[in-house]
Structure formats: structure tokens, C-alpha cells
């Protein structure tokens, strides 16, 4: 068994990242501030004998290292951070608190933890990053993220992680500690917070709302299942060497309102509308996000070369099955 300290684990990645590792018989200790975005109901129905939940900010760097004295984890695992870009733009204050100032206190208990446990060479400190890290692409299939990409971040949320990631770099280059950072494209899956793109076009579908699509829709993101997403994260865990970083994709690149149409062919086939219309007709273009990247896309041939990294299923396959969790949970709040 396995003990790891996980930071924002009530979040959408982080609560799916828990929940498969409990499944392997991991001991998992929560560490999470319980802002906003975190949704403490996707744990509800844990076990607490593999599972403990501490309310808190990570940076309160003497909590952080009272539990990892009372723990003893073999790894932290930060997903701890502010990670919506609207939210960044209007309120970048909190971005720098948690993302910058929260990594670097995480980041000063971890090593004085491994420095008072002999260095233990089988200890990590693994970050999640973002790809948005890199900036924006241009419209060419052959112009994609590599882990070699210069960062270039364009928003306060991307410019934020950016600088968390040249503090993990920076610590394990001066300090030795053995961190590890990995960049994911956009996540989709069960228990993301509705916020995001996905389910904020299905909750307007069903309440009979425009479907707000940014510009004319043409940014392209490439799009990972976030079950995917959480075994890479484990194999880095278990296969990534320290001081590297590793990318996480889906190979499955969209434009948004490509996408979107997507949603609303699933839609009308799931829960089709009484006057015979089709979901698009609810489609409308809003003002476009100020500096909004034009297109993300990444290569992760490292990931599948060093790590052993595949998606399990195809796009299509997760889509529709997330398009369904969804509608389920729909059903259950009205029911409620």
C-alpha cells in the first residue's frame, strides 16, 4: 500500500485521481481548501480506512508538514490550483496565492520532509500542470506541444502555472528534490465542475438557454478523458524519472463549436426535444474571451514511450458516456 498526500483532491481531476487509487488500496490524505470549485459530494461515498480528508490551504506550510510527518507519503501529488481562465482575467489575485504562492510553500515542506527522511529516493513530488502553459498553436497539424515547448503563457491562469512549474524545475535543479511535472490538454469526464465548457452546454441545453459559444467557435483544444488523464498521472508516479516533465493528450482535437454540435447530436438523441427542433438551434455567439488561444494540441510520445502511457477507449466512446453521466445527474437534482 501506497500512502500519498494529494492537494485539491475534491477538485474534478484530483477527485477522479483519489478514487482510482483508493481502488488499487492506496492510502490517500486530502488536503483541500474547499474553495468554489471543489466538490467534496464526488468523495461522499469513500471509506475513510484507506481515506483522510484535512480542510486546508496549501499554503500553511506547518500544516502541510504536520501531515506529511503524521503520513509519512512516499509521494505529494499538487492538483491544488485555480484553473478557470474567465475567472483569472476578472480576479487574478487568488491565481498568484494558490498557484504561485501555494506551490512554493508545498514545495519548501516537501523538501524539508525528504531532507529529514535521509532523501528517500523513492519519494516524489509530482505537479499537475496545464498545456496552457505553452500559449497558443497555430492552425497546423504539425505545430504541436512538446515537453521541449517554450512557455508562453497568455492569461493570468496560464501565467500563473507557468510560474508554479519553474518552481518545481527550480527545486529539483538546486535542491535535488525529486519533483516531476506533467501538462495535460483539456479534461473531460464525470464530476467536472459545471463551470467548464461541457457541462455548462448541457445545463443550458435542458433549461432551454442560448448555448453561449466564444466568437464563432473556431479555437481548437485537444481533448483527454480524465480517467486517462489520472492513470498517466500514476505511471509518472511510478515509471517518470525525476526532474522530467511529461504530456498527457487525447489525440482528439476539436474545434469548439465542432464540439458543441457534438453535444447537441447526443442530446437530441438522448433526451430529444417535445417540438421536433434540434439542440443547435439554441447555439448563439457571445464576445469572444480577451487574449483567448486560438488552438492547443500534444504530443505525448514520451509519455507513451517512457511510461507506457494509452487511452483506454476512443473519444467518441468517453464522450458519449460522459454526455449520459451527466444527463443522469441532471435527473437526480430535480429528483431531489
Not at 21 to 43: C, F
Not at 145 to 173: C, I, M, Q
Not at 186 to 191: I, Q, R, T
Amino acid at each position: 500500500m501506497a500512502i500519498y498526500l494529494v492537494t485539491g483532491g475534491c477538485g474534478f481531476i484530483g477527485s477522479n485521481f483519489v478514487l482510482q487509487e483508493i481502488a488499487k488500496g492506496n492510502r490517500i490524505v486530502n488536503l483541500d481548501s474547499l474553495s468554489y470549485a471543489a466538490q467534496p459530494e464526488n468523495l461522499a461515498g469513500v471509506s475513510s480506512r484507506n481515506y483522510r480528508f484535512v480542510e486546508g490551504d496549501i499554503c500553511n506550510q506547518a500544516l502541510v508538514s504536520r501531515l506529511l510527518d503524521e503520513e509519512q507519503p512516499v509521494a505529494i501529488v499538487n492538483f491544488a490550483a485555480e484553473s478557470h481562465v474567465d475567472n483569472s482575467i476578472s480576479g487574478p489575485g487568488v491565481f498568484i496565492h494558490t498557484n504561485i504562492t501555494g506551490t512554493y510553500h508545498l514545495l519548501e515542506a516537501a523538501r524539508a520532509y525528504w531532507n529529514n527522511n535521509g532523501r528517500n529516493p523513492a519519494f516524489r513530488f509530482l505537479h499537475i500542470s496545464t498545456d496552457e502553459v505553452f500559449g497558443e498553436l497555430a492552425f497546423d497539424e504539425n505545430d504541436i506541444f512538446t515537453e521541449g515547448s517554450p512557455y508562453k503563457p497568455n492569461s493570468p491562469y496560464s501565467a500563473s502555472k507557468a510560474a508554479s512549474d519553474h518552481l518545481v524545475r527550480a527545486w529539483h535543479h538546486t535542491y535535488g528534490l525529486p519533483a516531476i511535472i506533467t501538462n495535460c490538454s483539456n479534461n473531460y469526464g464525470p464530476h467536472q465542475h459545471e463551470e467548464k465548457l461541457i457541462p455548462t452546454m448541457v445545463r443550458c441545453a435542458l433549461a432551454g438557454q442560448t448555448l453561449p459559444v466564444y466568437g464563432k467557435g473556431e479555437n481548437v483544444r485537444d481533448w483527454i478523458y480524465v480517467e486517462d488523464h489520472c492513470r498517466g498521472i500514476a505511471l509518472a508516479l511510478q515509471k517518470g524519472r525525476p526532474g522530467q516533465s511529461y504530456c498527457f493528450g487525447g489525440r482528439a482535437e476539436y474545434r469548439n463549436i465542432d464540439l458543441v454540435h457534438k453535444i447537441c447530436d447526443l442530446l437530441d438523441e438522448f433526451r430529444p426535444l417535445q417540438n421536433g427542433k434540434s439542440y443547435r438551434a439554441q447555439i448563439g455567439f457571445v464576445t469572444d474571451r480577451p487574449g483567448h488561444d486560438t488552438r492547443y494540441a500534444i504530443n505525448d510520445d514520451k509519455a507513451r514511450t517512457e511510461l507506457g502511457y494509452r487511452p483506454q477507449r476512443g473519444f467518441d466512446e468517453n464522450f458519449r458516456a460522459t454526455i449520459q453521466w451527466f444527463l443522469s445527474r441532471h435527473a437526480e437534482k430535480r429528483a431531489a
